[in-house]
């Protein structure tokens, strides 16, 4: 009898678009909602969740044809996934490939979760967090957000 051997499930690579490569495993859909992509958008995208990678265990990959990402879309990406690689693909190559940062201010990213906040009223006050060793800290009621930032992002 001949052994079956497993076969490798490789997502395709794209003509023009981006790769969001080294995503935190488990993070891919918070990605996609942070990019506006619903069951109703038109994009032609490839998603792949705990995907074994070498140097960070398992990871998860977004890759969207035609389409380069906004430095505030990748800022957003940086809060859950700050090992994520952007690579702009340019006719099947790799035309640009950078890191992401979280900026120390964020400004209009993250609703306080204080519901009692300044931010939070009809005030026009655009919500701000610093980057802090803790977590984010609101710029208004030093609310400290730790955990579950995806749940926060505008
Ligand atoms: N990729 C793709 N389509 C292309 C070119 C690349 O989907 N036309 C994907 C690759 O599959 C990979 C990512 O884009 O997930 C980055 O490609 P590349 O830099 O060639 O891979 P690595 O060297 O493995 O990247 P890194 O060093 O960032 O791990």
Sequence with gaps: MTEKTPRTLLIS?????TVIDHITA???LNVLKILGITGSTRECLSVATNVASGHIGKKD???IENRELRQDEVDRIALIAPRATINIIR???VFEKKGVTIPP????VVRCPNPGCISNTKEPIQSTFEVTKKGLQCAYCDWLITEDIANYII
């Design 105 to 108: 201010l964020l400004q209009g």
């Design 91 to 93: 006719n099947y190559e």
């Design 61 to 63: 990959i977004v890759k």
């Design 26 to 28: 488990g993070e891919a």
């Design 13 to 17: 690579q794209i003509n023009n678009g």
